[in-house]
């Protein structure tokens, strides 16, 4: 059974940095599209950054610079570190698995959320002024 566990979300204050993490069971996240995305109360889920089984990444435009997603094989966890938080970073982040092209994301940037079938249960991040 495909299961994703987010872990690491907080609350820091703006230009800190944090590591979220996304423990992945039942699967090799090497054979699948791994994203995070993130949501604020109200409106549609934002994509954040994507890996590939060939390690090809990419970045929303909103976090290129700041963010950096990364895996570890050994741990079978996918990591998103953030740093030099901004309030506008405030939502619940989410890791995201996509099996239906054997590790290659269907698009390389602006993934939607309907092109992700497993999700983790979210972990927040509140980023204070």
């Known amino acids: 059974q495909v299961q994703l566990v987010e872990s690491g979300g907080a609350s820091v204050q703006a230009g800190g940095s944090l590591r979220l993490s996304c423990a992945v069971f039942?699967?090799?996240?090497?054979?699948?599209?791994m994203g995070w995305f993130r949501q604020v109360p109200g409106k549609e889920r934002e994509w954040v950054a994507a890996?590939?089984?060939?390690?090809?990444?990419s970045y929303a435009e909103s976090v290129n610079g700041r963010f950096t997603i990364s895996q570890d094989n050994a741990k079978n966890t996918l990591y998103l570190q953030m740093t030099s938080l901004k309030p506008e970073d405030t939502a619940m982040y989410y890791c995201?698995?996509?099996?239906?092209?054997?590790?290659?994301?269907?698009?390389?940037?602006?993934?939607?959320?309907?092109?992700?079938?497993?999700w983790g249960q979210g972990t927040q991040v509140t980023v204070s002024s």
């Open positions: 039942g699967y090799s996240y090497r054979t699948y599209c």
């Open positions: 890996i590939d089984s060939g390690l090809t990444i």
């Open positions: 995201a698995a996509d099996g239906r092209y054997g590790g290659t994301c269907i698009r390389r940037f602006n993934l939607n959320p309907k092109d992700f079938g497993y």
